[in-house]
C-alpha cells in the first residue's frame, strides 16, 4: 500500500491551495484518512480528519479556513486550504488507517512522504 500527496508550493498569506491524496495497492477497506503537519523544529500534529463514514474534525487553528474531503471511490481524500497564513508553513503528511484484508479489524497505519507548504507573509 501506498499514500502518493501532490499540491503543495508556495503560496502568498491569504491564498489557497488544494492537497490531493491517493492510496494504492492491495486495499479492501480505508478507514481514517488524515493530514499532519510538522513545521521546523515541531512536532507533527494533526491537521484534519475523515472518516469512511464522512463525519469529520479539525484542529481548532484551521477551523473555517481548511476543509478535508474524501472520494471513496478514488481512495483519495483532499485538502482545501484557503486564508492561509505563514504559520501554515510545513510539510503536509498524508495518513490512512487501511486494511488489507477482510479478517484484519484494527487496520494498519500508513503515511504518505509529505509535500510541503510554504506561505509567505
Known amino acids: 500500500v501506498q499514500l502518493q500527496a501532490s499540491g503543495g508550493g508556495l503560496v502568498q498569506a491569504g491564498g489557497s491551495l488544494r492537497l490531493s491524496c491517493t492510496a494504492s495497492g492491495n486495499i479492501f477497506s480505508i478507514r481514517t484518512m488524515s493530514w499532519y503537519r510538522q513545521a521546523p523544529g515541531k512536532q507533527r500534529d494533526l491537521v484534519a480528519a475523515?472518516?469512511?463514514?464522512?463525519?469529520?474534525n479539525y484542529a481548532d487553528s484551521v477551523k473555517g479556513r481548511f476543509a478535508i474531503s474524501r472520494d471513496n471511490a478514488k481512495n483519495t481524500v483532499y485538502l482545501q486550504m484557503n486564508s492561509l497564513k505563514p504559520e501554515d508553513t510545513a510539510v503536509y503528511y498524508c495518513?490512512?488507517?487501511?486494511?488489507?484484508?477482510?479478517?484484519?479489524?484494527?487496520?494498519?497505519?500508513?503515511w504518505g512522504i509529505g509535500t510541503l507548504v510554504t506561505v509567505s507573509s
Open positions: 475523515v472518516t469512511s463514514g464522512g463525519s469529520t
Open positions: 495518513y490512512a488507517l487501511i486494511t488489507t484484508d477482510s479478517a484484519q479489524y484494527f487496520g494498519k497505519n500508513y
